[in-house]
Structures are given as C-alpha cells and as structure tokens.
C-alpha cells in the first residue's frame, strides 16, 4: 500500500498506472474509518484494477468551527484498517497541500438541490463537498467513485457536480451500512454516551414503521406521527423529518404516481449530529 501526502507524488503514481490502462476507483473519506468506509473499498475493488482512498478532513464543509475541532483524527487506526482490505494507495494531504493560503469554496449552482434538508441548516456545507470531491475528481482521475447513500443528498449534489462540469467519473451509490442495531454508521458515533448509543437505534426503528405507514397512511399524518415519537425521547431531539421525491429532492406534500419517494431524518443524541434515510414504495 502506497500512501502519498503530496498531490505531486499521487499524480505520478496515477499516471504510472493510467499508461498502464489500469482502472481507477476512488473512496473519499474523512477519516475516522469504520466498517462503512471499509465496504465501499471493497466494492471497489471488485470492480476496479486499482483503488484509491483519501484522507482529508474538510475545513470548508463545515458551517460550525466546533464540529471541524473536534471531528475525530485516527490517521494511524485508518491506515491500518485500509491494509486489513488492501487498499492500494492512500492520499492524506494537509489543507496548506489543497487550498494553499485561499482556504475557500468555490460556489456551485446544483438546480436546488442544495436548498432541501441538509441545506436549509447547514449553510455553505455543499459548496465545500463540491469543491473538494471535484479537487479531488481533478487529482485522483478516477474511473469511477464511491459514496454511501446514509448522506443521500450528498450524493444527487455531487452526481449533480460532475454532470455539470461533464467529469469523466462514474458516481456509485452504496447502500448503507448498519450496525447490527440498525443504526446507521458514522464517525460520529464513538463520540456519542453509552446512554445516547444504547437510545440511537430508534431512528432507524422509527424509518421502517415510516415505511410500513407509507402503503396506507398520508404524507401529513406520518410527518405528526415522527414528532410524536420523538417527542418520547428525551436523550434524542428531531431536526427535521421529510419525506421528498429522490430526484429533485423536494419534499412531498402528497403521493403521486411514478414518482420515487425517501424519508430523511437528522436528530440530535446531545450534541452529535445524526442522520438517515430509507427509500419509500407506495
């Protein structure tokens, strides 16, 4: 396993192996690797000659100093847990290596989808995923990347991002990975008390009665049902519960024919932010 600091020294590499016509799949990251990030490089490598897999904590994504401090950094656990899949190579560059001294966003226009959920609370958050994913689309030239669908919206904007800038990478959604409990993975999670760990399945238990509901009852009287299970909670507080159309992202008023629909939730355990989100069927 290569690991390289320098976008000069990956450039290389990929080249090297790009004249090689290897193929080239590539898993972003954050860091804080659990066994979510682990089974998309594995699906990865099934499909790719070659797998990439950046570590990268991104200071323009986050609308809150306080979560960027204290986002977890286990460079050492990480690497070791990539070699446990073979990954090939590592990227782990410093901000100064990215941004240099312009530690700033570019600002992208994703036809709206940034001003649903995420966006109505997180201000600037996918102007900088856009930029980094597309900085590293740039670097990396992948054949094809990697995301997990527990940050679905994520996903539309950034499949959004390469249509728009016509990139030449395939953008492949993975389904989420749960613990045996239901909940969702996250880096966030080993942040949160035993008390809030033991209490954070009922999301996930809450979005598969959503989805029972679905079949039967009407958009208005799930969305009062959601808040009143959560009202139940005291260890859990309910951001925002929506149920939207998948490819605009709009949130349903109510149920129309042809369309797809997903219920998307973001609840507080304290202070860790969590979210999820499960496809509907009528």
């Not at 690797?33 to 950046?54: C, E, F, P, R």
């Not at 994520?154 to 959604?173: A, D, F, S, T």
Request: aromatic letters at 10%; hydrophobic letters at 35%; charged letters at 30%.
């Amino acid at each position: 396993m290569h690991i390289f600091s320098t976008k000069k020294d990956l450039i290389n590499c990929i080249l090297t192996h790009k004249a090689n016509n290897r193929s080239i799949g590539f898993v972003p990251t954050m860091g804080a690797l659990h066994k979510g990030h682990l089974s998309l490089i594995s699906t990865a490598k099934k499909k790719n000659d070659i797998v990439v897999v950046s570590i990268f904590v991104n200071p323009t994504q986050f609308d809150n100093v306080e979560d960027l401090k204290k986002y977890p950094k286990t460079l050492e656990k990480d690497i070791k847990l990539l070699k446990t899949v073979s990954c090939d190579i590592v990227f782990t560059p410093s901000v100064e290596e990215i941004y240099a001294e312009n530690i700033v966003s570019e600002t992208f226009s994703f036809d709206g989808l940034e001003n649903q959920m995420e966006g109505k609370f997180r201000d600037g958050h996918f102007n900088g995923v856009a930029t980094i994913v597309k900085t590293f689309f740039e670097i990396v030239q992948p054949n094809k990347a990697y995301f997990g669908q527990k940050d679905f919206q994520q996903l539309q904007i950034i499949k959004k991002m390469v249509k728009k800038n016509r990139l030449p990478v395939k953008i492949k959604g993975c389904p989420i990975y749960r613990d045996e409990d239901g909940l969702a993975m996250s880096s966030r999670n080993i942040r949160m008390s035993k008390e809030q760990r033991e209490v954070a399945p009922f999301i996930y238990k809450t979005l598969k009665k959503v989805k029972k509901k679905f079949g039967t009852k009407n958009v208005t009287e799930i969305n009062e049902w959601v808040k009143d299970q959560f009202k139940k909670q005291p260890l859990l507080e309910l951001e925002y519960f929506t149920i939207a159309e998948e490819k605009t992202l709009e949130t349903a008023e109510i149920k129309e024919s042809g369309k797809k629909y997903r219920a998307f939730i973001a609840v507080f355990a304290g202070k860790i932010r969590l979210i999820d989100n499960i496809r509907l069927k009528k």
